[in-house]
């Protein structure tokens, strides 16, 4: 527990200062004079960047553990931090913000291969807590951008260094845990290995349902992280402090969601969760673009809380198909988290500039309805563990 805690610590550090760079676009919209393509432009740097070292990052630590590469990642995250604070062009933006994503793609295979190794056999709890860290950091972007960034500037964004070096010790603590986790990792493999073998055919056919439910889940994901603020003031016309104050709600959401998500997957089946999300979010995300300022906020937090519910299951779910390789599993279902939601950022903005912000919401809305490809998925059980 001690290990999984501080993983989900420096994944709250590592995912707050992600979360920065959505949460200052109305800032630099301003400064830099973009257009909405230019904002989806932004996240695409940052999730194509993010997407992708991490399955070959996953691939080599399963065979050749690293857990000392987290700390290179987070490096690479403080330098991206720095040159975002500073860019004095826009075509600097795009390279601190791929400096940010890079940090990522090191960071997630290995953290979440440790997670797994820590789990005890208790893969949805491990997998809630070191989630809960990540979505936990990614809420807290809009507060700080509302409190600290938009009154302050942009080269505010320094101080976050301090968050990055924070998490960096924690990371070196946690490195020196990694050969206690050693014989829980083999059991956990081993357990897994035990199981029957499964057709390749059946492998790629459970993996691309997968990757389509992440689409989906990703692609609307991205139409709040990226657009929200500027949903929010242009419909309704609040301030720039009100709209991150209600993005942080829905990101905030995320947070309960996933950990509560990982608890109760463990307690009455993974494919139950997976429905749950699937069919409790639709009717709310439909209702979405015809709600004024109040329900918008209450539906926002409603779906995000739904939705984020279903990670842990998906990843855990992809983790039996392929037993032995979490570091590659985690590698690119985190990559392709952000691969998926930086294409659709950039395509959303696309939207947005050619048919307005409040079209592109009301086509979003139908985006969890994609969930229901879940239908085709296999059942898949892992052995249990004692």
Known sequence: MPVLFALSATHLLNDLIQSLIPAIYPIIKTTYQLDYGQIGMITLAFQISASL???AVGFYTDKRPMPYSMLVGMGCTLVG????????????????????????????????RMARNASGGKQGLAQGIFQVGGQAGGAMGPLLAAF????????????????ALLAMM???????????????????TGAAAAGP????????????????????????????TSFYTFFLINKFHVSLETAQLMLFLFLAASAVGALGGGILGDRIGRDRILWFSILGALPF???????????????TVIINLIMASSFAAIMIYAMELLPGRV??????????????????????????????????????????????LAWFLPSVREPQIK
């Open 53 to 55: 070292l991490q399955p």
């Open 81 to 112: 931090l720095i040159g975002l604070a500073f860019a004095s062009s826009y075509a600097l933006l795009l390279v601190a913000a791929a400096c940010v994503g890079l940090g990522s793609s090191i960071f997630h295979p290995e953290a979440t």
């Open 148 to 163: 600290i960034i938009a009154p302050l500037g942009q080269r505010s964004l320094s101080w976050f260094s301090i968050a």
């Open 170 to 188: 924690l990371m070196v603590w946690i490195a020196g845990q990694a050969a206690n986790l050693t014989p829980m990792r083999k059991k956990v």
């Open 197 to 224: 073998a499964r057709p390749t055919g059946k492998v790629v056919f459970a993996f691309f349902i997968l990757i389509v439910l992440l689409f989906s889940k990703n692609a609307y994901n991205a139409s709040f």
């Open 285 to 299: 995300s439909l209702m979405l673009p015809f709600a004024g300022l109040f329900w918008t906020g209450v539906l």
């Open 327 to 372: 570091g590659l599993v985690g590698g690119f279902f985190y990559g392709l988290t952000f691969g998926l939601g930086g294409i659709a950022a950039a395509m959303l903005g696309g939207l947005a500039d050619q048919f307005g912000i409040e079209t592109m919401y009301r086509a979003c809305a139908f985006l969890p309805a994609i969930g229901l």
